[in-house]
């Protein structure tokens, strides 16, 4: 059947969300994904594994410095859907998740508060010292199942059903439930607003 004019503005509406949360994503908001045995998971499979971050134009890993401990595992797990960490380390002392081969990009993370939603509203340091270039010092996290919007609050947005924590259909809570964003009036303005939010 032919798409009528209000599917293909929907599908228009989807690709600016992407777009933009994706350019968002490749200048400083880095999407998050966990890797185990150089397999990554897509945003529901895993709530564990070593962590790997897109910064610039590339994946790659974050070191398990001074500054890393539950502040910035908490937010690692907030970016990826869950409430909090339960444990965290570095692959030189949880080996069950294999070795990562990628780069270092950053360290030095550190969160004022566990209650970021993102990681790079931290800060971080893409200069890494010799300290990090040994693969044992990439960063592991085990979040808790819980999802953070397993007890939403009204107005909270999630995107669900992308591959990583920066894209998907954008969704809103409302009323008691979950529902879809109507894109009458959804242009990349509201789609940079609602990757600001996330």
Request: charged share 15%; glycine share 8%; aromatic share 12%.
């Amino acid at each position: 059947r032919a798409i009528g004019d209000s599917e293909m503005a929907f599908l228009q509406f989807l690709a600016i969300l992407y777009i933009i949360c994706q350019t968002k994503a490749a200048t400083g908001r880095g999407a998050l994904r966990l890797v185990r045995n150089n397999y990554y998971s897509t945003v529901q499979a895993w709530n564990s594994g070593i962590v790997e971050i897109f910064y610039g134009s590339t994946w790659g890993n974050i070191c398990d410095d001074a500054f890393f401990a539950f502040d910035e595992a908490d937010v690692i797990c907030h970016q990826l859907g869950y409430t909090a960490a339960s444990t965290y380390g570095n692959t030189g002392t949880i080996t069950s998740y294999g070795t990562d081969l990628n780069s270092m990009l950053i360290e030095d993370v550190s969160c004022s508060s566990s209650d970021y939603l993102v990681l790079l509203q931290c800060s971080v340091t893409t200069q890494y010292s010799s300290f990090c270039n040994d693969h044992s010092r990439d960063v592991v996290v085990s979040c808790y199942s819980t999802r953070i919007w397993d007890s939403p609050t009204s107005g909270q947005i999630r995107l669900t059903g992308g591959n990583f924590s920066n894209q998907g259909l954008l969704e809103i809570y409302c009323n008691g439930e979950w529902g879809t964003v109507c894109d009458d009036g959804f242009y990349s303005t509201e789609a940079l607003v609602a990757c600001r939010q996330l």
